[in-house]
């Protein structure tokens, strides 16, 4: 048995069967204005064109910026006023130099610091409520070693 397809009687919208009262609007719209001229580049985006894309690709990798002339950086800033402090109780018996002054880090600079210090140092280090925990006593050479960072200690 064969079934026959039925034709469909629903009935179709057209614009002459629905009333739109928006039918005939037409609105002109200004043309938006020409976006402006880019900047003339900068010294440093001149020198940046005349390098070779693995020369960039290391700058970048590096950090490194484009000494222009004889144009000289800005000095470094000092970062902070550090405490050092050590601890035995409550660790086990181990010893811990705790580094106090670095609560105003946030997070990403936080794990980046601690990072540099134990590559510097070669010790363990970790953040515990904005303090800065170095395995051992190492007073000395974490003082060294962040004072070249350009913070100050006491």
Same mark, same amino acid.
């Given at each position: !048995? ?22 005939? @609007? ?24 005349? @390098? ?25 800033? %000092?970062?902070? *006023? ?14 811990? %130099?705790? *580094? ?10 936080? !794990?980046?610091? /601690? ?31 962040? %004072?070249?960072?350009?913070?100050? /200690?006491?």
């Amino acid at each position: !048995m064969k079934h026959k397809k039925q034709a469909d009687t629903s009935p179709k919208v057209t614009d002459q069967n629905w009333n739109n009262p928006f039918i005939g @609007l037409k609105i002109d719209l200004p043309a938006p204005p020409p976006p402006p001229p880019p900047p003339p580049p900068t010294k440093e985006e001149k020198q940046q064109a005349n @390098l070779s894309k693995e020369d960039l690709a290391l700058l970048k990798a590096f950090g490194g910026d484009l000494v222009i002339g004889k144009e000289k950086a800005p000095a470094p800033k %000092t970062r902070g *006023v550090l405490s050092f402090q050590i601890q035995r109780k409550g660790k086990g018996g181990k010893t811990v %130099t705790n *580094v106090h002054g670095l609560k105003d880090l946030e997070l990403p600079e936080q !794990m980046e610091l /601690c990072a540099l210090v134990k590559n510097a140092l070669g010790i363990g280090a970790r953040f515990q409520e904005g303090i800065l925990e170095l395995q051992g006593d190492q007073i000395q050479r974490a003082k060294d070693w962040f %004072t070249k960072q350009n913070f100050t /200690c006491k």
